[in-house]
T-cell receptor, first 116, second 109 residues
Framework: DAGVIQSPRHEVTEMGQEVTLRCKPI?????LFWYRQTMMRGLELLIY????????DSGMPEDRFSAKMPNASFSTLKIQPSEPRDSAVYFC??????????????FGEGSWLTVV | QQPVQSPQAVILREGEDAVINCSSS?????VHWYRQKHGEAPVFLMI?????EQKGHDKISASFNEKKQQSSLYLTASQLSYSGTYFC??????????FGKGTSLLVTP
């Protein structure tokens, strides 16, 4: 079975540009997560969807960040405008069930974003 | 709500043991352990769901002390392949999994 699929794998963009990261969760998984990883802050949860509905977006840093999940097989994380401090690895992950169910979270390979 | 991991980094010789700790300021529902190799995605190791629970995975095991809101990961007779960054993830009722900053483990020959 295919795992979580993310694109692009690597993105270099100029400050001020819009960045869109894409994710296809594992088929049959109804929970989707976006995480950001940096050396300073480790692996941070940005937003969590369950059945395509955003449940917890308290980790989204500011209004420049937005995430959507229009259907069960696709999600996007958008940064507009991008800033150098947004440079990080962005992971999408999915799982079955809901939180508080102890289900394993499966990560995609990550999108490496560099904003110059 | 990010759990606190210690130590931040460990260097071991092959065959030595290590313990990585994870603590939370809030009551935990579960603890998840992941390992990440450089440039790769985190990979699931194990979940501990109940206080007092212990699990093992080859020579890697973990415990969960619900009362102390702590979990520990034990790596016994470490192998070169154990090198990587270990993350604990903590789950609270109603909240998604939050990870600590990670513990970097390097096993040398």
């Amino acid at each position: 079975d295919a795992g979580v699929i993310q694109s692009p794998r690597h993105e270099v963009t100029e400050m001020g540009q819009e960045v869109t990261l894409r994710c296809k969760p594992i088929s049959g998984h109804n929970s989707l997560f976006w995480y950001r990883q940096t050396m300073m802050r480790g692996l941070e949860l940005l937003i969590y969807f369950n059945n395509n509905v955003p449940i917890d977006d308290s980790g989204m840093p500011e209004d420049r960040f937005s995430a959507k999940m229009p259907n069960a097989s696709f999600s996007t994380l958008k940064i507009q405008p991008s800033e150098p401090r947004d440079s990080a690895v962005y992971f999408c992950a999915s799982s079955t069930g809901t939180v508080r169910s102890g289900n394993t979270i499966y990560f995609g390979e990550g999108s490496w974003l560099t904003v110059v | 709500q990010q759990p606190v991991q210690s130590p931040q980094a460990v260097i071991l010789r092959e065959g030595e043991d290590a313990v990585i700790n994870c603590s939370s300021s809030k009551a935990l529902y579960s603890v998840h352990w992941y390992r990440q190799k450089h440039g790769e995605a985190p990979v699931f190791l194990m979940i501990l769901l109940k206080g007092g629970e212990q699990k093992g995975h080859d020579k890697i095991s973990a415990s969960f002390n619900e009362k102390k809101q702590q979990s520990s990961l034990y790596l016994t007779a470490s192998q070169l392949s154990y090198s990587g960054t270990y993350f604990c993830g903590t789950e609270f009722p109603g909240y998604a999994l939050n990870f600590g900053k990670g513990t970097s483990l390097l096993v040398t020959p």
